[in-house]
């Protein structure tokens, strides 16, 4: 192989895996902010829950404190049924009574619904604290797996442009020049092989002149079409 080839493969793969480390560098924080994002959704399920429960709790209270009130009105009419001499006030005190026992019944009725609820939400807060914990845990490992896998990345990408810099230090400069121009224009490869006479980098058939100069290996031969220079595959 030409020895000027030889050396554009080396810097050209360094190139490749300059980029590769590049775009894996750079998906590094959408990869935390996802992370850091379900952590704070399996939180806010969880707070979410909580709050039912909480809000269950206070809604017993407010009817214990209701049917007690009421309690106490039906205590108030006994009294003034015991204290009255009115046959007419009497029965309206005792239509009062019945009236708060109802009252208290729908109460008492509201407060078992209430207890089922509460204890089934306590079941839920307990089984959604264990998720959230073992959830935490897990993304904590990945945060710290992501962190490491940043650090690598750091660490490779600098030795990886410290030995391109090498590489490309010990090409002719006219010929490093054409292949940073035609990667920059390509954006991908500069430096292709020719396979059964197709560019590698456009496949495109090469012009039997090309495929001769190519073979001869004597030196760099451009694709006609996208201007790659073409290497003889063995
Ligand atoms: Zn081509």
Do not use: W
Request: aromatic share 2%; charged share 35%; net charge negative.
């Amino acid at each position: 192989m030409n020895p000027l080839i030889e050396q554009l493969l080396v810097v050209q793969d360094r190139d490749q895996r300059i980029k590769a480390h590049q775009a894996q560098d750079k998906a590094v924080p959408t990869e935390r902010a996802a992370m850091e994002s379900k952590r704070a959704s399996v939180k806010a399920a969880f707070e979410a829950l909580r709050e039912k429960a909480k809000h269950n709790e206070v809604e017993r209270r407010k009817l214990e404190v209701e049917a007690g009130v009421k309690r106490d009105s039906i205590a108030r009419y006994r009294t003034q049924q015991m204290q009255t001499r009115k046959n007419e006030e009497f029965q309206a005190l005792l239509h009062e009574i019945q009236g708060a026992e109802t009252e208290i019944r729908a109460i008492e009725d509201r407060e078992l619904d209430l207890m089922e609820e509460a204890e089934k939400l306590g079941a839920e807060v307990k089984a959604g604290e264990a998720d959230m914990k073992q959830a935490n845990e897990s993304i904590a490992r990945q945060l710290k797996d992501l962190d490491e896998k940043a650090a690598n990345l750091t660490k490779r990408l600098a030795e990886l442009v410290a030995e391109r810099g090498t590489l490309a230090g010990a090409v002719d400069p006219d010929t490093l020049s054409l292949y940073e121009r035609i990667l920059r224009s390509k954006g991908d490869v500069a430096i292709v092989p020719l396979e059964h006479e197709i560019c590698q980098g456009c496949h495109m058939k090469a012009p039997g002149t090309t495929v001769s100069l190519v073979r001869a290996q004597e030196e760099l031969i451009q694709c006609p079409n996208c201007g790659r220079v073409l290497y003889r595959v063995i």
